[in-house]
């Protein structure tokens, strides 16, 4: 009886899978290859193949109209091509194109393409025998019309003999594999990133190409293997550039910056980009494309998303200015004021988390972001301090989204051509949850000159501060009940970390991850402590204090101490050896100075 059972489920998924209808079936299998367009494709490729020490899959040579060639990134291949020009005019260097291997043959992607009301051009069919190798290569092609972006080539590449390109894959795959992914450790290509003008359309577009292949979010495509495909809002749009996993970030660091080749942007790595002809390459390190996305920060954990920003608002920018740099020992950066005419400034650090610092006639407008109803009314008169943080997210919508679905009031703004925010609500005026903290996201547009702009305020020591501080990486919250906050974070989808314990404030508090750095909620255990008198008049969740990694804790000791006549006791901190600078030095905020 059991035999006959088991025929029969296998007969019967044998007639599903037959049955399957077109629509039931993704009609790109993964990313086939993607490819660099350029007049110096040949020497991209050997600068490529030589100091990455990529394997080969096929030579540079000539093939009539253009000239390419492949090297392996383990997952997929990244192809150098260099058009032969119909005029005098400069080829941009730039990613390009992009290569689908179809799940059918080119006939029926074709009739699939037309179903699904996909405009495309017809089969184009390629052969061409590879230098030294003796091997006839053939293929066909079929071009995607006016899709989004329009200035990129996306295309399927059909293969006559998928199994002999497929070993030929695997062969430099496992090749890159014995040469433990050399210099940089490269495991595969993690993300292609589109950008793109008009998200909306592109969704609806890229999600009528790909489906049903699962996604991350409605703009991240993923396959059976290769590269994920992200789509982002860029003024700009065109193949903006791709993430390469690699096994140890520290390492791929060492190895590029005793090359110069290191850049850094938003909690991200990169390879220089002026050294490869303006490419954007980001890298992260492989255990982290393997965690799950967070639901409000996006893939990829530490590598970049998380704590960005605090905000502190400030009576007397010329006195402030003074105090943090004369006194505390940082380099204050002064900025061009908004569209209101307030001023503003920052103080950047090396990861490109900040502080930044608004006038305290902003007040009322940033109390709308979290439907504060009294505006700040008493802050304004009284205080001076952190009024905000800001966290970095792969995508606005998809957080906001998720926010809704938790029962938080959110409001998703999408008016700046640089940035998407999502505000939530501390008042929500219906039967959704207050959010606990004085928090909002911020989603960043791709902007392929950041980084170039942050290496030159690196080399020119903006980000290279007297203190040595380094990063921003502990946010510090005020809360009535601590319990309850953490409740409320793990609903919108974060994390509890460690308890913690803060004795100066007369506080016991908890952890909560937030991608590169965390939040520490902290509830008073002493009525008569500092965390208890500080909330007696503010706002529940306002920011109290904040913990910056500096490289010499003593250095940045000897600078405050002999510069503000205040005596620093050290001691060891949840991060490691630590000072403790007090509000009336700072204009409102207790801040740590931690060395690891």
């Known amino acids: ?10 007969l019967s998924l044998c007639f599903m899978a037959f049955d399957l209808k077109p629509e039931e079936q993704p009609l790109a299998k993964k990313v086939e290859h993607f490819f660099v367009a350029s007049e110096k494709a040949q020497l991209l490729f050997t600068y490529f193949k030589e100091t990455f020490q990529l394997p080969e899959v096929w030579p540079f040579f000539e093939r009539g109209t253009f000239a390419s060639g492949g090297l392996s990134l383990g997952n997929v291949v990244l192809e150098f091509v260099s058009f032969h020009k119909e005029s005098n005019q400069l080829q941009k260097t730039e990613f390009q194109g992009i290569a689908f291997e179809p799940t059918a043959d080119a006939a029926q992607t074709v009739v699939e393409l037309a179903r699904r009301k996909i405009a495309h051009t017809g089969i184009k069919v390629y052969k061409f025998e590879i230098p030294g190798r003796k091997v006839l290569v053939k293929w066909s092609s079929i071009n995607l019309s006016d899709f989004p972006p329009t200035n990129a080539n996306i295309f399927f590449c059909d293969y006559k003999d998928r199994q002999g390109v497929a070993q030929g894959r695997k062969a430099a795959g496992d090749e890159l594999a014995k040469r433990m992914g050399g210099p940089l450790g490269i495991v595969g290509a993690a993300e292609i990133t589109v950008g793109v003008r008009d998200p909306e359309e592109a969704r609806s577009k890229w999600s009528a190409l790909l489906a049903p292949s699962p996604r991350i979010s409605e703009d ?9 495909i992200r789509l982002v809002r860029s003024e700009s749009p065109g193949i903006q550039g791709i993430v390469l996993s690699v096994r140890s970030l520290d390492e791929a660091a060492r190895f590029l910056k005793e090359r110069r080749l290191l850049v850094k942007d938003v909690g991200h790595i990169a390879i220089a980009p002026g050294a490869i002809e303006g490419l954007w390459i980001r890298l992260v390190e492989a255990a982290q494309t393997r965690e799950p996305a967070h639901p409000l920060l996006g893939p990829g954990q530490g590598t970049g998303q998380g704590v960005d920003h ?10 402030t200015k003074d105090d943090y740099e004369r006194v505390l020992g940082f380099k204050f950066r002064e900025l061009p004021p908004q569209p209101n005419g307030w001023p503003m400034a920052s103080i950047p650090f090396e990861n490109a988390t900040y502080l930044e610092f608004q006038p305290i006639a902003a007040l009322p407008w940033l109390s709308k972001m979290f439907d504060y109803s009294d505006g700040y009314a008493d802050f304004a008169e009284k205080y001076e301090g952190a009024v905000f943080l800001g966290l970095a997210t792969s995508s606005a919508k998809d957080a906001a989204d998720h926010l809704k679905a938790c029962n938080f ?5 999408e008016e700046d051509p640089a940035f998407n925010y999502v505000h939530i609500s501390h008042e929500p005026s219906g039967k959704e949850q207050a959010f606990p903290l004085a928090i909002f996201l911020i989603e ?4 392929p000159g950041r980084p170039a702009r942050l290496a030159a305020r690196i080399e020119q020591g903006m980000m290279t501060h007297p203190n040595t501080a380094r990063r921003l990486h502990s946010v510090w919250f005020a809360v009535h009940d601590l319990e309850a906050g953490i409740r409320r974070l793990q609903d919108a989808g974060f994390e509890s970390g460690q308890p913690r314990e803060a004795k100066f404030l007369g506080a016991k508090g908890r952890e909560v991850k937030a991608g590169n750095g965390c939040l520490l909620l ?3 255990i002493d009525k008569n402590g500092l965390l208890a008198n500080f909330l007696s008049d503010r706002h529940d969740g306002e920011i109290i204090g904040v913990s910056i990694e500096v490289s010499d804790v003593d250095k940045a000791r000897s600078w405050v101490e002999s510069h503000s006549r205040h005596k620093l006791e050290p001691y060891d901190g949840f991060y490691g050896r630590s000072i403790r600078i007090p509000p009336d030095l700072t204009h409102g905020i207790w801040i740590e100075f931690f060395q690891q």
Do not use: H, N, W
């Open 522 to 524: 902290l509830q008073s």
């Open 220 to 228: 991240t495509f993923v396959f059976e293997s290769g590269p994920r």
């Open 444 to 447: 960043y547009f791709f902007d």
């Open 310 to 319: 605090v905000g502190i608002a400030i009576r007397d920018f010329k006195k």
């Open 1 to 10: 009886m059991k035999r006959v059972l088991v025929f029969c489920v296998a």
């Open 409 to 413: 009031q959110v409001y998703l703004v």
